[in-house]
């Protein structure tokens, strides 16, 4: 990928990993600086946020199931709702953990059906590949989509509407957002867990880029990466303000990810209604402190629960799972320390 | 699933305007409407008729809109002239016209980054304004201003030729091949992609047997079925065609990804199978 050198977000600009870090929250605090981004007033926050963890020690288990029980315990209603599902698919490579796997996003869609979902589709809008028919045939979820008769959206292609963004990180006023996707009263973010060599970690709320069209803003969706990959992650989840997510950290991925690291398996699902909460949990889980990851950190002023104090775990306990992940040299110092 | 079926399956598509959204029943958008010109042309059917829609393409000082919002997109402007002159129409504006924006835009030039091995400064064509150059929206305005130009040979200025030719060149996979951006990336070799290659190929078609096209014909004859989808296998096709590579595999795998194609509905997909299909093998391509 390349973008306008002044474009690019500052990260990729400073070499020294201290510069980096530095630089990167500049970035987002500076932009909080200005003028204040959002209205306080419209995101109302729960005292405490439920995250769900669920052993899967691989893909051969039931998902409609482990997800059923999610929904259950989250206590989340989702009666006569259309529900959209947005998981993460990027790229194909065998034996790669690059994308959500199928079976975890038919399970979806079983259990939210089983549930009393009025209706469930399944979309994205891959910035990095934007023939979608590949990967749906290559990753097999087409066959899912087959079996199940699951309606599928290319959320590059489908029609759009401008929206009025909720908090100004980017400074952006509108974006065009996929119909499909705005229709719904249900958004699921169903991304794979992974490391990411510019955002430091990649789960629920960076999945949402996957929601801003290419047809209109063209490939890579440079407009968020001009405008600073942590601020259009902010932008994006308190503009959709998605619902729930489902993590897939069955198999993970560590190193330079979000496609050419290495597999790892964690045999998790994490689940949740509050997305930071979801994704510092997943930080947590892989060794990463979410504090340091300039996106969560904000986010988690706002948006979600950051504090592990505001995080009510449920299933089974993040020990079962804590490790820590291999990580560029960059973002080394963003290690949890454990006690 | 034959050509016939893809033929209605475009037809009952199609819009009150005379366009095709990407899916049935969405709004009219650049890049399906311009295949499926291309496609029902290749398959027999009246241009004049297929193109009504694209020959009266809402248009602001020679570039498209997209009817849905958004910026003109270049590469599929790049395209839409290829359709056009395929169906031997001319839009409301001037063919000409359309093909002098096309030369006026152009992507942004970079500085020199450290995080990957390229010249930034070259400036081919971006997908829309004031972004950077990408091999796809590069590779289809070269192809739509070599195919549609000659009439109007003089007035294309060489240096855009020269610079798009230089950008692809210079975007090559380590080993062959175009990935849809950069070769390499924090020092990591990218790998090359079936439908970027092969419409690169067909955009260089002009420079066949210097070292980058070779080598990326060579990743094509070894990749072309690596790809299920009617996109990839329709250029891998159209590319192969072009150079005078054997395309029975690669057809008959088409063939088999068409009810995968149909299903998904995406009336790009399945214009670019049928206009593949529907060629003959002495055909020139675009």
């Given at each position: 990928m390349a973008t306008r050198r002044s474009d690019l977000p500052l990260h990729h600009r400073q070499w020294s990993r201290r510069a980096f870090l530095a630089a990167i929250s500049t970035s987002v605090v500076a932009a909080a600086c200005r003028r204040a981004p959002y209205d306080a007033s419209l995101f109302a926050r729960p005292e405490r946020s439920p995250v769900g963890l669920y052993a899967a020690r691989d893909y051969t288990i039931d998902f409609k199931e482990l997800i059923g029980r999610g929904l259950e315990d989250l206590h989340v209603d989702v009666r006569g709702r259309r529900v959209f599902l947005k998981p993460n698919m990027v790229e194909y490579e065998s034996n790669s953990a690059i994308n959500t796997n199928p079976l975890v996003v038919a399970g979806a869609v079983l259990a939210f059906r089983a549930a009393g979902a009025a209706s469930v589709t399944v979309g994205e809008g891959p910035g990095h590949r934007r023939d979608m028919e590949y990967l749906v045939t290559e990753t097999g979820l087409y066959e899912h989509l087959r079996e199940n008769r699951i309606a599928f959206v290319d959320l590059n292609q489908d029609d759009v509407a401008e929206v009025p963004l909720r908090s100004r990180f980017t400074g952006l006023e509108r974006l065009a957002l996929p119909i499909e996707l705005l229709q719904s009263d249900f958004i699921v973010s169903m991304p794979k867990l992974k490391t990411h060599h510019w955002a430091g970690i990649t789960a629920s709320m960076k999945n949402l880029f996957g929601t801003v069209p290419g047809a209109v803003y063209g490939w890579p969706k440079n407009i968020l990466h001009r405008h600073g990959i942590d601020n259009s992650i902010i932008d994006l989840n308190a503009t959709i303000r998605p619902h729930f997510a489902i993590v897939d950290a069955v198999i993970a991925m560590e190193g330079d990810g979000p496609i050419m690291g290495r597999p790892r398996q964690l045999g998790c699902v994490v689940m949740g209604s509050d997305l930071v909460a979801v994704d510092a949990t997943s930080a947590r889980m892989i060794g990463l402190d979410p504090t340091q990851i300039p996106y969560l950190s904000e986010a988690?002023?706002?948006?979600?629960?950051?504090d592990p104090r505001r995080i009510e775990l449920r299933g089974e306990r993040l020990a079962r799972f804590a490790t820590e992940f291999d990580v560029l040299d960059r973002f080394k110092s963003i290690r949890l320390r454990r006690s | 699933m034959n050509t016939k079926d893809l033929t209605n399956l475009l037809i009952a598509g199609r819009n009150a305007d005379g366009g095709w959204g990407y899916y049935r029943h969405k709004t009219s958008r650049l890049e399906p409407t311009s295949w499926a010109v291309l496609a029902l042309t290749a398959a027999g059917q009246d241009g004049a008729a297929a193109g009504a829609g694209l020959g009266q393409w809402p248009a602001r000082a020679g570039l498209l809109l997209e009817r849905a919002g958004g910026e003109p997109n270049y590469g599929f402007q790049g395209l839409a002239l290829l359709a056009l002159h395929a169906a031997a129409l001319e839009h409301r504006a001037g063919n000409r016209a359309l093909l002098d924006a096309l030369q006026r835009v152009k992507g942004v030039a970079l500085e020199p980054s450290p995080i990957n091995r390229q010249d930034n400064g070259i400036q081919g064509w971006s997908w829309i304004a004031d972004t950077f150059s990408w091999v796809e929206p590069t590779a289809w305005c070269l192809l739509a201003l070599n195919t549609c130009a000659p009439p109007w040979r003089a007035q294309i200025d060489p240096v855009r030729i020269r610079d798009a030719e230089r950008l692809l060149v210079d975007r090559s996979c380590l080993g062959g091949g175009w990935n849809y951006g950069n070769s390499n990336m924090l020092g990591q070799e990218l790998a090359p992609y079936v439908p970027t290659t092969a419409l690169t190929l067909l955009a260089l078609r002009d420079r066949r047997g210097e070292r980058v096209v070779t080598e990326g014909l060579e990743f094509l004859e070894r990749h072309a079925t690596s790809e299920r989808s009617a996109t990839a296998l329709a250029l891998a096709s159209c590319a192969l065609r072009t150079y005078g590579r054997a395309t029975a595999a690669v057809m008959a795998a088409l063939r088999r990804q068409l009810p995968i194609t149909a299903a998904l509905g995406n009336h790009a997909a399945v214009a670019a199978a049928l206009y593949t299909l529907s060629q003959g093998d002495g055909d020139a391509t675009f």
């Open positions: 988690g002023r706002f948006l979600g629960h950051v | -």
